[in-house]
């Protein structure tokens, strides 16, 4: 059963930093785009960043560009999301996840495999 788990989520005032992690069960990185989602209260699940398969190319959505950054390390089966500079419209559950088949796009509806999300809270 492919199982993903996220964690390091909390609440945080603008300005400040959190760094997310992720683990993978039953599912191996390597040779698979993976990437960071988040969903806010009544808000449709969107993309933070993900990588292309089987490298590093990495896609950031605009709202993030330039504060937040993904790692990962593919003999782990682990992944990251380092935050910078947090606002409050950052607000939100993130997730990460994985998909079946090559992704055209680092989208929520490309993606299949998902698990519990952490919660980050950024107070004004």
């Known amino acids: 059963e492919v199982q993903l788990q996220a964690s390091g989520g909390g609440l945080v005032q603008a300005g400040g930093s959190l760094r997310l992690s992720c683990v993978a069960y039953?599912?191996?990185?390597?040779?698979?785009?993976i990437g960071w989602f988040r969903q806010a209260p009544g808000k449709e699940r969107e993309a933070v960043a993900c990588f292309s398969t089987g490298d590093d190319s990495t896609y950031y959505a605009d709202s993030v560009k330039g504060r937040f950054t993904i790692a990962r390390d593919n003999a782990k089966n682990t992944m990251h999301l380092q935050m910078n500079s947090l606002e409050p419209e950052d607000t939100a559950v993130y997730y990460c996840?994985?998909?079946?088949?090559?992704?055209?796009?680092?989208?929520?509806?490309?993606?299949?495999?998902w698990g519990q999300g952490t919660l980050v809270t950024v107070s004004s």
């Open positions: 996840s994985a998909p079946t088949t090559v992704p055209p796009t680092c989208q929520a509806y490309n993606y299949d495999y």
């Open positions: 039953g599912l191996i990185w390597d040779g698979y785009a």
